[in-house]
């Protein structure tokens, strides 16, 4: 027995239930935004399409054999039959089924703007809104004609509190743990694992399990949607400060682990890197007196990762150092020898030896041993 779309009417479950307890013959195939929850389901949750390799040294045809790619091609070749994937196309095509997570509807909208847009164009719009996409087949379903009536329609099934939480956790950058959305969204622990859960079941994020623990993550295509509506929350405000909050707190615990580089340390902050540069936005854009330290307790990890955040904060403490004096002296001693490090670590000996001369009547006021050491190497 097939049944396609149970999502609709998910209250058939303890029917079907009976049924197959009654028929033990019976075996049912049945698809669904939303698990059923029977004893006799066995769940197999359907994955975005592969996506294409490294663009910096795949072939067109390593591209075009991406099942991502290779759909954008055949759905552009029906309303376009010329349409061919080539050298000066290819990296744009693949960037496109990138953008769009592989996701096998956003990617048929997207091919199907190729009857008007080149693949370039095409993604300059996406960079711009999701919207660009357009609607699909007039046969389809109206709640499939957009990629943004898809999502509002699965945000439809839920609860009030699942709704709300999906909201929520919209304000977070490359996943979050359950305890990170307790403690954003204002929930007990075990109340936001309930309705992390109810939201997996209905696809609207997924759960990865990984060396650290379980990872929550939303695809792309639905946070842009999301996050609209976290936008439009009357308390929009006060859940990007508690995230802030948040991470702060996260790297400020991880400040002696990363000074000694500790290798799980490392590995957490790294899966936590963009939500901790929200952060750091948003402390310069509402508050900055926390920034000096923060600066002082993350540059150990981006200076070990290399990380394109290393040149953005660099600029940040630039920006910030005609106040430091008015930060309070710790902010300014942290502030001072994070812009020292930076300039050693770029070989800048003449801004190393100004910031020097700067922290020189601050000396003997240091009480952090670590502080203190670093600040003799500059």
């Not at 009357?234 to 500790?262: N, S």
Request: aromatic share 6%; proline share 6%.
């Amino acid at each position: 027995l097939i049944l396609d779309n149970l999502e609709q009417v998910v209250q058939v479950a303890r029917d079907l239930g009976e049924l197959l307890a009654r028929c033990p013959g019976v075996v049912i195939v049945a698809t669904s935004r939303t698990v059923l929850g029977l004893r006799a389901e066995r769940e197999y949750p359907v994955p975005p399409l592969p996506l294409p390799p490294d663009l910096a040294c795949a072939t067109v045809g390593e591209l075009a054999a991406a099942p991502a790619v290779e759909l954008f091609v055949d759905r552009a070749r029906r309303v376009r039959p010329d349409f061919a994937l080539t050298a000066d196309n290819a990296s744009a095509v693949a960037e496109i089924c990138r953008r769009l997570d592989g996701v096998p509807l956003a990617i048929e909208l997207a091919a199907a703007r190729a009857r008007l847009l080149d693949p370039g164009a095409l993604l300059a719009r996406l960079a711009k809104s999701m919207d660009a996409l357009g609607t699909g087949p007039v046969d389809m379903p109206e709640r499939q004609r957009t990629l943004r009536a898809t999502v509002e329609w699965s945000v439809g099934l839920l609860n009030d509190s699942e709704r709300s939480l999906l909201e929520i956790v919209a304000i977070f950058a490359d996943g979050w743990t359950i305890d990170a959305a307790a403690r954003v969204a204002g929930l007990d622990e075990d109340e936001a694992l309930e309705l992390t859960e109810a939201l997996a079941r209905h696809s609207l994020i997924q759960l990865d399990h990984t060396d650290l623990g379980p990872r929550c993550r939303m695809l792309e295509t639905v946070r842009e949607f999301i996050s609209e509506r976290l936008a439009n929350r009357a308390d929009a405000a006060e859940i990007a400060r508690r995230h802030a909050g948040f991470y702060r707190a996260l790297a400020d615990q991880a400040d002696r682990p990363l000074r000694a580089a500790q290798a799980d340390t490392v590995e957490r902050m790294d899966a936590e890197a963009g939500n901790v540069a929200a952060a750091v936005r948003w402390h310069l854009a509402n508050d900055p007196a926390p920034l000096p330290h923060l600066f002082r307790v993350l540059w150990p990890f981006w200076f070990l990762r290399g990380h394109p955040d290393e040149a953005l904060v660099r600029q940040r403490v630039e920006q910030l150092l005609p106040i430091a004096s008015s930060l309070g002296r710790q902010a300014e001693e942290e502030l001072l020898w994070t812009a020292g490090v930076s300039a050693t670590d770029r070989g800048d000996d003449q801004a190393a030896q100004a910031v020097r001369q700067r922290l020189e009547p601050l000396l003997p006021e240091i009480r952090d041993p670590f502080l203190f050491a670093v600040v003799d190497l500059f």
